[in-house]
């Protein structure tokens, strides 16, 4: 059995996770929000309260940033206590066990590889769209990071605009922030994103416009990395992927661009993740589970 913990900026979610991927019991709590010592504490007292506290293998921790083999979890987030301390062996010290720290991006994408979309698949790819893109590559059913951790980074990839001579990432043109961006600009006021697709269905014309753009885009984006890497499937997660129509609406963005392609088509096999809101939780424990063996 495995405490397993995710690590966000609003939330700390927790769970027991056997070796199955079952979750045992789980639940969330505020996250601490200034000081690295509330976080220690918040993971030390629940590992205390449990009545199976003798049972459990490791802790599995999901965490936004990069975790580093000296046990630091480098690059930025809303919890800026995270980067700097040596947070592995600072938690194995604490708590007697063995600490496995995973990114939280990658942690979903292991989840799905484990028992969800990417289980009967070695090499698949796993895209978040959310405020930005983020993602993960899977290679022999193995996270795949890169010489310099940028593997997975698809939101960090370019286009170039002649006319404005600029450069915009796809984490920009690709996401559902800057969807919600445009749409507000063009409207000259703040609308959510169900509030452009709303009035997209009412008949609105700017909103119409702004999402065949994101789905163009995003298109545009998974057809480059079929290219690149030709996976067996990309998985998509995030919060937009919950609209009904939301996989027939990406599947004609790419119908189009095959047709536009010509002889140079590509097929793109798109699913859309399993687990939502425990998927780092599932993840960040198979994580632990690999890296034991």
């Known amino acids: 059995m495995y405490l397993a913990i995710d690590l966000g900026g609003t939330f700390v979610k927790r769970g027991l996770i056997n070796d199955h991927g079952q979750i045992i019991k789980n639940d969330k709590v505020p996250a601490p929000r200034e000081n690295i010592s509330d976080f220690y504490d918040l993971i030390q007292t629940y590992l205390e309260s449990l009545p199976e506290k003798h049972q459990i293998k490791a802790l599995a921790l999901s965490a936004p940033g990069l975790p580093m083999d000296d046990g630091t979890i480098a690059g930025c987030s ?131 416009e702004v999402i065949q753009s994101f789905y163009d885009h995003l298109a545009v984006l998974l057809t480059n990395l079929q290219s690149v890497y030709d996976p067996e499937k990309i998985i998509i997660s995030g919060g937009i992927t919950e609209r009904p129509a939301f996989k027939n609406e990406l599947l004609q963005s790419l119908d189009t661009i095959n047709q536009l392609r010509g002889a140079l088509s590509i097929n793109v096999t798109v699913d859309i993740a399993r687990f939502k809101n425990d998927a780092n939780l599932i993840g960040a424990v198979y994580n632990a589970i690999q890296s034991s063996n």
């Open 78 to 208: 809303a919890l800026t206590y995270l980067h700097g301390p040596d947070i592995k062996n600072t938690l194995q010290s604490l708590l007697g066990i063995p600490v496995f720290i995973e990114n939280d991006a990658n942690c979903a994408a292991l989840a799905e590889v484990w028992q969800g979309k990417a289980a009967d698949c070695n090499d698949a790819l796993f895209v978040v769209v959310g405020t930005g893109i983020g993602g993960a590559i899977i290679k022999n059913k193995t996270l795949h990071k890169g010489a310099h951790l940028y593997g997975g980074e698809f939101g960090m990839m370019i286009q170039y605009d002649h006319q404005t001579q600029s450069i915009k990432g796809f984490s920009e043109l690709a996401a559902t922030g800057g969807l919600v961006r445009t749409a507000s600009e063009r409207l000259n006021r703040t609308v959510t994103g169900e509030d452009i697709f709303q009035l997209a269905e009412q008949g609105n014309v700017i909103c119409q």
